[in-house]
């Protein structure tokens, strides 16, 4: 091979591989399984169950959050006691902090909790019947503040600012207003589709992605096999579908990675280092890893090398 084919086979090989370990992965649960889901590719990888909550089986874990510490959250929303969880992002395993002690309508009933942390390090808690509560993070311990007036699936914050989304019936994004306990509505979903549940995160970017769950559907709708990746505007509320998330094409359909998503929903969607790192870093060039520092090193080695020798006089 000549040498400056070489050369720049070797540059396209580092810029792809950076490239590459640039895609953008969240977390969420179907049922209680964790799943790692990459938003470039709109695929989900079994990552694992989150195991017995106070000897009792799991089920339905949603409103999945990073703490600005880097620590998932999730709330096990599961019959009539619902508990506070981190979750191993690692394995699923989820351990209990404590029970959250909920009261008001069909507080013992499943109504789609949702949790987001703002930068402040307070955690903040919704429900589909508009309830709104702050949790201590370390206890589980709720104070209820009041109730929203519309209802809510789904939060995410970027920063100090949290935005709650919609969703059986009420496809619109608001902003809310954690002190006030106000909803502002800032436009709709443009989407006639209904959607059981929606879950809402931003990446390091600021952009507002959602998992769309379609489980169970409207009465007479069978056709939502898969959960939906979505973007969702944050000027407008307009979303637009990005596609089915789904395992690797290389997973069979008989494979407990493919079963735990098909017709099952998939809840909660937290992308790690986007609630306040990303929030804080100013805009900077690209990053190269190790890897990449040291190929591009070897490099402009061997040029500097080359136009050494094509200079060297000939005797």
């Given at each position: 091979?000549?040498?400056?084919?070489?050369?720049?086979?070797?540059?396209?090989?580092?810029?792809?591989?950076?490239?590459?370990?640039?895609?953008?992965?969240?977390?969420?649960?179907?049922?209680?399984?964790?799943?790692s889901?990459?938003?470039?590719?709109?695929?989900?990888?079994?990552?694992?169950?989150?195991g017995?909550?106070?000897g009792?089986p799991?089920?339905?874990?949603?409103?999945?959050?990073?703490?600005?510490?880097?620590?998932?959250?999730?709330?096990?929303?599961?019959?009539?006691?619902?508990?506070?969880?981190?979750?191993?992002?690692?394995?699923g395993?989820?351990?209990?902090?404590?029970?959250?002690?909920?009261?008001?309508?069909?507080?013992?009933?499943?109504?789609?909790?949702?949790?987001?942390?703002?930068?402040?390090?307070?955690?903040?808690?919704?429900?589909?019947?508009?309830?709104?509560?702050?949790?201590?993070?370390?206890?589980?311990?709720?104070?209820?503040?009041?109730?929203?007036?519309?209802?809510?699936?789904?939060?995410?914050?970027?920063g100090?600012?949290?935005?709650?989304?919609?969703?059986?019936?009420?496809?619109?994004?608001?902003s809310?207003?954690?002190?006030?306990?106000?909803?502002?509505?800032?436009?709709s979903?443009?989407?006639?589709?209904?959607?059981?549940?929606?879950?809402?995160?931003?990446?390091?970017?600021?952009?507002?992605?959602?998992?769309?769950?379609?489980?169970?559907?409207?009465?007479?709708?069978?056709?939502?096999?898969?959960?939906?990746?979505?973007?969702?505007?944050?000027?407008?509320?307009?979303?637009?579908?990005?596609?089915?998330?789904?395992?690797?094409?290389s997973?069979?359909?008989?494979?407990?990675?493919y079963?735990?998503?098909?017709?099952?929903?998939?809840?909660?969607?937290?992308?790690?280092?986007?609630?306040?790192?990303?929030?804080?870093?100013?805009?900077?060039?690209?990053?190269?890893?190790?890897?990449?520092?040291?190929?591009?090193?070897?490099?402009?080695?061997?040029?500097?090398?080359?136009?050494?020798?094509?200079?060297?006089?000939?005797?």
């Amino acid at each position: 091979m000549p040498l400056r084919a070489f050369l720049a086979a070797l540059v396209l090989g580092v810029f792809a591989s950076q490239a590459r370990a640039a895609d953008v992965f969240g977390y969420g649960e179907a049922f209680n399984v964790l799943y790692s889901v990459d938003l470039t590719t709109n695929t989900a990888t079994q990552i694992g169950g989150a195991g017995l909550i106070y000897g009792q089986p799991s089920g339905n874990i949603e409103g999945l959050t990073f703490s600005p510490a880097g620590m998932l959250y999730a709330v096990n929303d599961a019959g009539a006691v619902k508990t506070l969880l981190t979750i191993n992002k690692n394995t699923g395993l989820a351990t209990p902090v404590g029970v959250l002690n909920l009261s008001g309508p069909n507080s013992g009933g499943q109504i789609d909790l949702a949790l987001a942390f703002t930068c402040d390090g307070k955690l903040w808690m919704s429900a589909s019947t508009g309830q709104f509560w702050s949790v201590d993070p370390a206890t589980a311990n709720v104070t209820p503040l009041g109730n929203l007036g519309v209802k809510i699936t789904g939060l995410a914050a970027r920063g100090s600012l949290l935005y709650g989304a919609g969703s059986q019936g009420n496809n619109n994004l608001y902003s809310i207003d954690p002190v006030k306990v106000t909803a502002t509505l800032i436009g709709s979903y443009q989407s006639a589709n209904y959607i059981t549940t929606t879950s809402p995160g931003f990446d390091p970017s600021g952009r507002l992605w959602a998992i769309l769950d379609y489980v169970p559907p409207p009465s007479g709708n069978t056709s939502a096999d898969w959960s939906d990746l979505a973007k969702v505007s944050v000027a407008s509320g307009a979303l637009t579908v990005v596609g089915n998330i789904t395992p690797p094409a290389s997973t069979g359909t008989n494979s407990p990675a493919y079963q735990n998503l098909f017709q099952i929903g998939l809840k909660g969607l937290a992308v790690p280092d986007s609630v306040c790192a990303a929030a804080a870093t100013t805009a900077s060039t690209p990053a190269l890893s190790a890897r990449g520092i040291a190929a591009l090193i070897a490099l402009m080695l061997l040029l500097g090398g080359t136009r050494l020798r094509r200079r060297r006089p000939s005797r």
